[in-house]
T-cell receptor
């Protein structure tokens, strides 16, 4: 597609519920990133994929967070047993080249609210 | 680790010039980015500096001094649509070089 697409746009989850957030990167983009953005803060790195390989998951806050990109295109970020501190906007970004240090294209994000 | 500081909020008048500063401390600097983010929308790329000096792109310019750990984004001929958050982000070399570390953002309000 023309841009990075994320769904759902908004998600309200009850505490303890599992959620799955989807990212459709720009076609052909090698690198895919997930970031978490709390209200009034800058985005914080969660994890990085190069094609289907998850090369870095050091930013995932706990083992309740899991991300995959099985075919090197669409990615899913799953959060198990959601807690209130998980409330944030989850941003996906993709980059044509390996690494992405020349800049990414971000999606509009999924706003997760845990009640 | 990395530490990035930028002002929380700024206000400027339509048609004026505004400078948003960013200071950073990092090991192994590999480039500095500025992104614009309107409320509820995706951050969009504005500029990238890896060498010292000024990069000009239309109404927006970005400056970098690596020795001082300092950058600024200059917005000229401000328009109402420039009201947004401006994010400074740093890339570091070596392990983890693909990820960006963002500041908290500067919320710019343009008033008539």
């Amino acid at each position: 597609g023309a841009g990075v697409s994320q769904s759902p746009r908004y998600k309200v989850a009850k505490r303890g519920q599992d959620v799955a957030l989807r990212c459709d990167p720009i076609s052909g983009h090698v690198s895919l990133f997930w970031y978490q953005q709390a209200l009034g803060q800058g985005p914080e790195f969660l994890t990085y994929f190069q094609n289907e390989a998850q090369l870095d998951k050091s930013g995932l806050p706990s083992d309740r967070f899991f991300a995959e990109r099985p075919e090197g295109s669409v990615s899913t970020l799953k959060i198990q047993r959601t807690q209130q501190e998980d409330s944030a906007v989850y941003l996906c970004a993709s980059s044509l080249e390996v690494g992405g240090w020349y800049g990414y294209t971000f999606g509009s994000g999924t706003r997760l609210t845990v009640v | 680790g990395q530490n990035i500081d930028q002002p929380t909020e700024m206000t400027a008048t339509e048609g004026a010039i505004v400078q948003i500063n960013c200071t950073y401390q990092t090991s192994g600097f590999n480039g500095l980015f500025w992104y614009q983010q309107h409320a509820g929308e995706a951050p969009t790329f504005l500029s990238y500096n890896v060498l010292d000096g000024l990069e000009e792109k239309g109404r927006f310019s970005s400056f970098l001094s690596r020795s001082k750990g300092y950058s600024y984004l200059l917005l000229k001929e401000l328009q109402m649509k420039d009201s947004a958050s401006y994010l400074c982000a740093v890339s570091q070399s070596g392990a983890g070089s693909y990820q960006l570390t963002f500041g908290k953002g500067t919320k710019l309000s343009v008033i008539p």
